[in-house]
């Protein structure tokens, strides 16, 4: 983490997070501050809350307890975050593009500046020329890349990711991490990246978030936030890589 | 079981009718059936061209299409709006439940004595009479379709800044539930037709008041012609909306 980047403004910031469903508390005492261009990993075992997490960041849930701030969005039609989920969910009744636009809709922006604004992302994502198709005729890879595409149509300030690659097979899902670390250098948005996945995480994240520690009638909690600090070109061939992801797995077992 | 090419099938289907008509017209000729009782299928194509050339054929189909479509679409209209409602909106589903177990049993005909008192013996009774069964029909298919809406779907909407209840409405629900209610709107068009012929027998001027003269005039050959007019309009029109129906759900698999 550059010393520039801790100076900046946080674009969000939670504090003392508790959540759970109904009256169970599943996850406490979660701190998070996120500053542009940060790249944070969520793991931990299946059902430490991960995935409910996420939400309370994003407002979609209320925590039990504590809070979160995401200043307001900058003025020029752009969304304070977004997210891209586990299944694409794109709406199947609209085409790429109109699937691309849907966040911009209610921006102000007119007709033909939003369809602009879906294109330089489809670019991104290399799906351009899939604008006229409708979602079931792309296989589920560029389905996902149609997704990211339009988390990104927004220019988010934060941009929260749920495994979204857990649901691809292995080549395709190793493709999309190499073109997330290309993108994240095209983009100014703070990621929040939620995985089971540890070799993932330290793959692309700059620091890890590990959460664990649950036990009956106890909740999880943060065990530690590892700092990643490996270059992110050949990340994996890195001598250090391989230590630092059996530090991560030693934490959650 | 073994599958027949497409053409052999069409001509086993025309075999079928071809047989059926030449059982019927040798039924009567040979006076195992008297002729009174019904028509030779050879007289109709004459009676038919006697109706057409006289312009009634034109004045009753003219009628009954206009108290159908009146009664579609009021049935239609109302049938998804209260639909769709019904499953958005808890408070009103729960208001009118019981209200909605207790008058969708009774059959539309059984409206026609309020028809009459409500509305006289009018093209309106008519109309009103057919609009109830569509109604109901519309109802059920919007009501399912929109509660087995994806629920995912509409966090996406969320995610994506789409809160209110219209933006979800018309970019959401009604989209996603389209298949079901288009359904319903097909099958409507099939009962409103059905109800046509029932609810001019009491005097409306229509397909139905005209076979109830010819048949006090033991005119069975007109019965006949009228009889098949019902069952060619509905054909052609239930495969005009088909078409509209695929055309509509084109983003389907």
Known sequence: MSAVRSESTPVLN?????????????????????????????????????????????????????????????????????????????????????????????????????????????????????????????????????GIARALAVRPQVLFMDEPFSALDAITRRRLQQELVELRRRTEAAIVFVTHDIEEAVSLADR????????????????????????LDGRRDHPAFSALVQRVEEMIA | ??????????????????????????????????????????????????????????????????????????????????????????????????????????????????????????PTAAAFIISIGVFWINYFASYSAVRSVDPGYDEVARAFGQHGFLPRLAKVNLPAASPGILGGLRAGLGQGWMTVVAAELFGIPGIGQRMMEASSLLATDIVVVYMLTIAALYALLDFVFMLFQRRMLRWQP
Request: positive net charge.
């Open chain 1, 208 to 231: 890890v978030m590990v959460l664990g520690g649950q036990d009956t009638g106890h909740p999880a909690g943060v065990i530690d936030t590892v700092e990643v600090g490996l270059p």
């Open chain 1, 14 to 146: 939670a504090r003392n997070l508790s959540l759970g469903f109904g009256r169970t508390t599943v996850l406490t005492d979660v701190d998070l501050t996120l500053h542009p261009q940060e790249f944070t990993a969520v793991v931990g075992t299946s059902g430490v809350g991960k995935s409910t997490l996420l939400r309370a960041l994003t407002g979609l849930i209320a925590p039990h307890d504590g809070e979160v701030t995401i200043p307001a969005r900058r003025a020029d039609a752009s969304r304070a975050w977004s997210m891209v989920f586990q299944a694409p969910r794109l709406f199947p009744w609209r085409r790429v593009r109109a699937n691309v636009e849907l966040g911009l809709e209610g921006l102000g922006l007119s007709r033909a500046e939003r369809r602009r604004r879906a294109m330089e992302p489809l670019a991104l994502v290399g799906l351009e020329e899939y604008a006229g198709r409708w979602p079931h005729t792309l296989s589920g890879g560029q389905q996902q890349r149609v």
């Open chain 2, 1 to 122: 079981m073994t599958t027949l090419s497409r053409p052999r099938r069409v001509l086993y289907s025309a075999l079928g009718v071809g047989v059926f008509l030449v059982l019927w017209e040798l039924t009567l000729r040979s006076g195992l059936l008297p002729g009174t009782l019904v028509p030779l299928p050879s007289a109709i194509p004459g009676v038919l061209w006697l109706e057409l050339s006289d312009g009634i054929w034109f004045e009753v189909v003219g009628s009954s299409l206009a108290h159908y479509s009146v009664g579609l679409l009021v049935g239609s209209v109302l049938g998804i709006l209260v639909g769709v409602s019904a499953a958005l909106l808890p408070r009103f589903d729960a208001a009118h439940a019981w209200l909605a177990r207790l008058l969708r049993p009774i059959p539309p005909l059984a409206w026609i004595p309020f028809a009459i008192i409500w509305f006289g013996v009018t």
